[in-house]
């Protein structure tokens, strides 16, 4: 089983609709999550850290975590087409290098 | 704003060529990491360091070799470059593991 498994996708949403991604993860002692946005031949950058279970908010973005259930999303509002892109979770536990997942693909249309 | 810089950004380059990829970041961090991506497909973790002559082997297997004789420094090389080396390598550096981590831009290399 793979440590951070992720919908490749393509998730395609309209321009201003609500973008929803998910992230499951293996490792229960997990403590640290992050999403990364991946523009196509571009390197990764980060949108948001959470660390403890709830949500977090930053802008349009919205990262949840539940660690009893091993789940992380990231809930983009009033999507735009610039928000297309491919969306990395990343998962860590005390000392150990970031776990990235596949990616999913969001695709928003005009 | 990360200061993690990767020299050549592009690089086109012979069979059996041996080629330097140069990583340099000012922010202090102690950890490093160098990630392998193709084109549309998921980031592979190849070599990693945690400080000063310390350096280990990532989950993917990788041909290629790191030093890391300052902490702002992490270069990949490879002795005898093959076509199946033709990827995106990305450098990267965090405070501490588990910390957020900061990504260069990135060195797309090509051998022929």
């Known amino acids: 089983q793979k440590e951070v498994e992720q919908n490749s996708g393509p998730l395609s949403v309209p321009e201003g609709a609500i973008a929803s991604l998910n992230c499951t993860y293996s490792?229960?002692?997990?403590?640290?999550f992050f999403w990364y946005r991946q523009y196509s031949g571009k390197s990764p950058e980060l949108i948001m850290s959470?660390?403890?279970?709830g949500d977090k908010e930053d802008g349009r973005f919205t990262a949840q975590l539940n660690k009893a259930s091993q789940y992380v999303s990231l809930l983009i509002r009033d999507s735009q087409p610039s928000d297309s892109a491919t969306y990395l979770c990343?998962?860590?536990?005390?000392?150990?290098?970031?776990?990235f997942g596949k990616g999913t693909s969001l695709l928003v249309t005009p | 704003e990360a200061d993690i810089y990767q020299t050549p950004r592009y690089l086109v380059i012979g069979t059996g060529k041996k080629i330097t990829l140069e990583c340099s970041q000012t922010?202090?961090?102690?950890?490093m990491y160098w990630y392998q991506q193709d084109p549309g497909m998921e980031l592979h973790l190849i070599h990693y360091?945690?400080?000063?002559?310390?350096?280990e082997k990532g989950d993917l297997s990788s041909e290629s070799t790191v030093s890391r004789i300052r902490t702002e420094h992490f270069p990949l090389t490879l002795e005898s470059a093959r076509p199946s080396h033709t990827s995106q390598y990305l450098c990267?550096?965090?405070?501490?593991?588990?910390?957020?981590?900061?990504f260069g831009e990135g060195s797309w290399l090509t051998v022929v």
């Open positions: 990267a550096s965090s405070e501490h593991p588990e910390n957020t981590i900061y």
């Open positions: 490792d229960r002692v997990s403590q640290s």
């Open positions: 959470i660390y403890s279970n």
């Open positions: 990343a998962v860590t536990r005390s000392g150990y290098a970031l776990n």
């Open positions: 922010m202090g961090h102690d950890k």
């Open positions: 360091s945690y400080g000063v002559n310390s350096t």
